[in-house]
């Protein structure tokens, strides 16, 4: 029998999506299964968004290839009608129509960083970094942050420690997925000038830049002075207009060689997904009152998971200030197997609920293994339903710690 590559046995399974079989079984018996593992949104997407695609499926009789970069009409809009509404001056040559988020970060790893090289991030991070870095022969080194006190992101003299001849880059996530941490103004400007004074790409994942809880405006990797030629800003439309199957994405940066780069990838693809695009471009026509109502809807299903999260003996979770996620630390012995019971074994008046175990979105071995990620994705009603059948799970777990 044929055997397939080493390279594929070791490809990570997903941490966020490995489960869904236990899921998919649990559904099957009958069960109802709340979940809170995965970041997709159950809001409505905005109808300008769905009627450009339906009005251009009535226009056209066939749909071909578009320009490696993706439409032009969809690429200048962005620049005008959102990223100069933000403070972020673009020409069309500095952004690419990517296959959402996830190939735009990993183009923009392998643009950064050739194999054995190494890329900072910090801990905990978006899992599939670590499924882009493996994939590509990329080292991550992690600076640590801790649950306790709220993620916060260590002196700068701890990502100094990681720096060697191999350090080619510092990718983020801001707000975090999968922490809700959200950089300040200072904290950005620290990262920019230690990246300029080491000579490395930042490369900043804003795919929530519009789920912030602060009365400080979200301050994009894009904004910090004289680093221009460093910057590599990926982005996404499945979050901010709730389009996720669109798969849309986009790479932007000032920096000709690496937009030259990204351009020769995207011809490999040949091109990003035609209606996708079109939805896209509707959904650039978004009134600000959808933006409001959504980020008030977020607060308070944010607000409602942290207060019921440490109200159950043993759990805490610190209040995260951006994207719509929370880590939750459970006293169970394993958050993985906890999970994995949650789906096999516990039922509560025929429901269970799915959360995602935390260990992989660690660098550090040994880290998040009693921690879970929480996606505050449902409406508050069904989220407190899907918080207190957690909680009841909790009480019967034989892996409970006293």
């Given at each position: 029998?044929?055997?397939?590559?080493?390279?594929?046995?070791?490809m990570?399974?997903?941490?966020?999506?490995?489960?869904?079989?236990?899921?998919?079984a649990?559904k099957?018996?009958?069960?109802?299964?709340?979940?809170?593992?995965?970041?997709?949104?159950?809001i409505?997407?905005?109808e300008?968004?769905?009627?450009?695609v339906a009005?251009?499926c009535?226009?056209?009789?066939h749909?071909?290839?578009?320009?490696?970069?993706?439409f032009?009409?969809l690429r200048?809009?962005?620049?005008e009608?959102?990223y100069?509404?933000?403070?972020?001056?673009?020409?069309l040559?500095?952004?690419?129509i990517?296959?959402?988020?996830?190939?735009?970060?990993?183009?923009?790893m392998?643009i950064?960083?050739?194999?054995?090289?190494?890329?900072?991030?910090?801990?905990?991070?978006?899992t599939?970094y670590?499924?882009?870095?493996?994939?590509?022969?990329?080292?991550?080194?992690?600076?640590?942050?801790?649950?306790?006190?709220?993620?916060?992101?260590?002196?700068i003299?701890?990502?100094?420690?990681l720096v060697?001849?191999?350090t080619k880059?510092?990718?983020?996530?801001?707000?975090?997925?999968?922490?809700?941490?959200?950089f300040?103004?200072?904290?950005m400007?620290?990262?920019?000038?230690f990246?300029?004074r080491h000579d490395?790409f930042?490369?900043?994942?804003?795919?929530?830049?519009e789920?912030?809880?602060?009365?400080?405006?979200?301050?994009?990797?894009?904004?910090?002075?004289?680093?221009?030629?460093n910057?590599?800003?990926?982005d996404?439309?499945?979050?901010r207009?709730?389009?996720c199957?669109a798969?849309?994405g986009?790479m932007a940066?000032?920096?000709?060689?690496?937009?030259?780069?990204?351009?020769k990838?995207?011809?490999?693809?040949?091109?990003?997904p035609?209606?996708?695009?079109y939805?896209?471009?509707?959904?650039l026509?978004?009134?600000?009152?959808?933006?409001?109502?959504v980020?008030a809807?977020?607060?308070?299903?944010r607000?409602?998971?942290?207060e019921?999260?440490?109200?159950?003996?043993?759990v805490?979770?610190?209040?995260p200030?951006?994207?719509?996620?929370?880590?939750?630390?459970?006293p169970?012995?394993?958050a993985?197997?906890?999970c994995r019971?949650?789906l096999?074994?516990?039922?509560?008046?025929?429901?269970?609920?799915?959360t995602t175990?935390?260990?992989?979105?660690?660098?550090?071995?040994?880290?998040?293994?009693?921690q879970?990620r929480?996606?505050?994705?449902?409406?508050?009603?069904?989220?407190?339903?899907?918080l207190?059948?957690?909680?009841e799970?909790?009480?019967?777990?034989?892996?409970?710690?006293?």
């Amino acid at each position: 029998m044929a055997k397939i590559s080493r390279k594929a046995e070791s490809m990570p399974a997903s941490a966020i999506r490995k489960l869904v079989p236990l899921a998919d079984a649990a559904k099957a018996d009958g069960v109802k299964v709340y979940h809170l593992n995965v970041g997709a949104p159950d809001i409505k997407s905005p109808e300008c968004a769905l009627e450009a695609v339906a009005r251009k499926c009535r226009e056209i009789d066939h749909l071909s290839y578009t320009n490696s970069l993706g439409f032009a009409e969809l690429r200048k809009g962005m620049i005008e009608k959102y990223y100069r509404k933000i403070g972020i001056e673009l020409d069309l040559s500095e952004i690419i129509i990517d296959v959402a988020g996830s190939e735009a970060f990993s183009v923009a790893m392998q643009i950064a960083a050739d194999a054995g090289d190494e890329i900072i991030v910090i801990e905990p991070y978006y899992t599939n970094y670590n499924t882009f870095a493996q994939l590509n022969g990329i080292v991550l080194k992690a600076v640590h942050t801790d649950i306790r006190d709220g993620f916060k992101v260590p002196p700068i003299e701890e990502f100094e420690k990681l720096v060697s001849d191999r350090t080619k880059a510092v990718l983020i996530s801001n707000p975090c997925n999968p922490t809700g941490k959200l950089f300040s103004r200072e904290e950005m400007l620290q990262l920019g000038d230690f990246c300029r004074r080491h000579d490395l790409f930042l490369i900043s994942d804003e795919v929530y830049r519009e789920f912030c809880y602060t009365d400080e405006p979200h301050f994009s990797a894009m904004n910090i002075p004289d680093l221009d030629q460093n910057v590599i800003l990926v982005d996404s439309v499945s979050k901010r207009y709730n389009l996720c199957g669109a798969r849309i994405g986009c790479m932007a940066s000032h920096n000709k060689e690496v937009m030259a780069a990204a351009l020769k990838f995207g011809q490999s693809r040949l091109c990003p997904p035609v209606l996708g695009q079109y939805a896209a471009m509707g959904a650039l026509d978004t009134p600000d009152e959808y933006f409001d109502a959504v980020k008030a809807e977020y607060i308070a299903r944010r607000d409602c998971a942290v207060e019921m999260l440490n109200a159950i003996p043993g759990v805490f979770a610190p209040k995260p200030l951006g994207a719509f996620y929370t880590i939750a630390e459970l006293p169970v012995d394993s958050a993985e197997s906890f999970c994995r019971w949650m789906l096999t074994d516990f039922r509560y008046e025929g429901a269970t609920t799915m959360t995602t175990p935390v260990a992989s979105f660690y660098k550090t071995p040994g880290e998040g293994t009693r921690q879970v990620r929480i996606a505050y994705v449902l409406e508050v009603p069904e989220l407190k339903k899907a918080l207190h059948i957690l909680a009841e799970g909790l009480k019967a777990y034989p892996g409970r710690l006293a």
